[in-house]
């Protein structure tokens, strides 16, 4: 790596301790340096206990976990598609998580809370199975996972839709909070549970490095040095699946994380996965921790979840690609 690449990489991991300190810091109290520094040395009072590692430690971390879990799994989808505006979500993996949580939500009312993880994960499994499936013709390619996957996914659009033009109207806000993305809710429990679904797809993920090397070529190159390309294509979908249903089903939908955090990435390490998915991963929960930060100051003392900060970043970022591909296929 060039020097700059390496000064851009260091303060990016200088980053995450400044952040998560300022996360601990700002919210609709402001703690000072000494507030923070009592917890240290043990003379903090039981306010600043509760409202640091009570509230705001384990949703900065969920934030940051998250965000670096969204990160992978954009980069997986980037290698595995062949295209840089490729998301998770372009799978129709958010769309089918939108769809099962909001059955639960108007099914159960109240009391499908417990089972909207579940649910959420689960939607998001089996839309991504649907797609491969139904994109499969002797094999699969990008384009038509592509094509299958948004069709699907406007379908699953669709029925979100009509539940929320039906549903009753305190139905259709829980559900209107769920799908806006946020982890205002996020507690030790559920950063436990997260972490533990997380650590053998990422893991699974890293090792498949040179797979996602070879796939980005093309799938004749990998054929031709060996590689089973359909199989390895249905296990990386799983695996980004796996991680993506996982970061939906504790946070809701939160969009453009995956899409922008390779691309960043990308321009930190190079094109290597090697590199590029821990990159990733540390833009990733980067983006996320701002984000979340950013939506708890800037209209406090209410807050803005952290997809719809997202996705006031995403949509310029998305636009800034299409217009620097603009002569792509003249």
Known sequence: MTFRR?????AALLGVP????????????????????????????????????????????????????????GAIA??????????????????????????????????????LPLAGFAGATLMAAAVF???WRNGTSSLRIVLIGIALGALAGAGSSFLIAFADVADVQRLMIWLA?????ASWETLRVLAAW???????????????????FGDQIAASLGQRVNLGRAFLILLCTAISGATVAACGLIGFIGLIAPHVARKMVGAGHARLIPASA???????????????IVIAPAQLPAGIVTALIGAPFLGYLLWGRRHVGQ
């Open 6 to 10: 390496h000064v851009i990489l260091a």
């Open 18 to 73: 400044a952040l998560l300190l300022a996360s601990l810091a700002f919210g609709d109290q402001t703690l000072s340096r000494a507030d923070l520094g009592s917890l240290v040395n043990g003379s903090a009072t039981e306010q600043i206990r509760m409202i640091v590692l009570d509230l705001r430690l384990p949703r900065a971390l969920m934030a940051l976990t998250a965000g670096m879990a969204l990160g992978i799994a």
């Open 78 to 115: 980037q290698a595995v598609m062949r295209n840089p505006l490729a998301e998770p979500g372009i799978l129709g993996i958010n769309a089918g998580a939108a769809l099962a949580g909001g059955l639960v939500i108007v099914g159960l009312k109240g009391e499908g809370a417990a089972l």
């Open 133 to 135: 499936a139904l994109s």
């Open 181 to 185: 993305g946020s982890v205002y809710v």
């Open 198 to 216: 997380l650590v053998a797809p990422v893991a699974l993920a890293c090792l498949c490095a040179r797979r996602l090397d070879l796939l980005r």
């Open 282 to 296: 540390l833009v990733g929960g980067l983006l996320l921790m701002a984000a979340d930060l950013v939506g708890r």
